[in-house]
Structures are given as structure tokens and as C-alpha cells.
């Protein structure tokens, strides 16, 4: 088979052949179902906001809080996160908003606000990262 047939072989098996660039995955998927966007992350924020988003769904937060951009995430127990990152507090305007204070109240909201109904979710400081990560990058990205 020539090169030409093995590359034309290898695009419609969604393969990319070597060399080439990874295509854009298109918006629409089989079944209906949208394929989520790679992130644009906030500035000077760590952690990887794709695999924060992840999180919200894998660790339950829609369950209790409506999160934007995250299909089920429509909890109304707590506030709505959607572009948290632009309110000046959290934790019922107790406490002042920073990246650097989302995570410790992640990771423990009980120590930061004692009577919270905010559970300690078992997170590791990874995880808090990512998931204040995609908080942060919300603002960034427009909702579809």
C-alpha cells in the first residue's frame, strides 16, 4: 500500500498518522452528546482545570451545587459555583475569595467556617487544586 493510501487509511480509522497534528475533536459526538472543550485555564492558577471539571462529576459537587459547563452538576443544597472565582467571598461571604483559599476550604471547609454544612470531601491537595483550578478558569471560558 503507498504512503498516501496508508495515511488516507489511518485519518478514516480516526487515527492521526505520524507527524501530523492531533485534530480538534468536533463539538458533536455519537449519540447527541457534546464532547467537552479543552479549557482555557485562569492565569496564575495551578492545577489542571480539564481534570478539575472531571472532578466536580467524579467526587459528587453537582449533587449539592450547580456548577456551569458540567452536564448534571444542577444542585441547589449550595450555592451555585458558576464563576465563583468573581465573588469577592465564599462560605456565606464569611470568608475572602482567593485560589489560595479555595483550596484549604476544600480540603477542609469545617476548619475554615466550624458549623458549615460544607462536608470534608477527602480530597487530596490535588484534587482541591484541580477543582479550584477549573473554578478559576470559568470566567475564561464562555459557556456554549
Known amino acids: 500500500m503507498s504512503a498516501g493510501l496508508l495515511l488516507a487509511a489511518a485519518a478514516c480509522n480516526g487515527v492521526t498518522p505520524p507527524g501530523q497534528p492531533t485534530p480538534t475533536p468536533p463539538s458533536e459526538t455519537a449519540f447527541g452528546q457534546t464532547a467537552p472543550r479543552v479549557l482555557t485555564?485562569?492565569?496564575n492558577v495551578t492545577g489542571d482545570s480539564n481534570a478539575g471539571?472531571?472532578?466536580?462529576?467524579?467526587k459528587g459537587c453537582g449533587g449539592c451545587h450547580t456548577v456551569g459547563g458540567v452536564p448534571g452538576a444542577t444542585g441547589v443544597a449550595g450555592p451555585n459555583l458558576t464563576n465563583i472565582s468573581l465573588r469577592p467571598t465564599i462560605a456565606g461571604e464569611a470568608i475572602p475569595n482567593s485560589p489560595d483559599m479555595l483550596v484549604r476550604w476544600l480540603?477542609?471547609?469545617p476548619a475554615i467556617k466550624p458549623g458549615t454544612s460544607m462536608p470534608r470531601l477527602g480530597l487530596t491537595e490535588s484534587e482541591a487544586r484541580d477543582l479550584v483550578a477549573f473554578l478559576e478558569s470559568q470566567p475564561h471560558n464562555a459557556q456554549p
Not at 53 to 58: G, K
Open 107 to 109: 480540603l477542609d471547609p
Open 53 to 58: 471539571r472531571r472532578l466536580v462529576t467524579a
Open 41 to 43: 485555564p485562569a492565569p
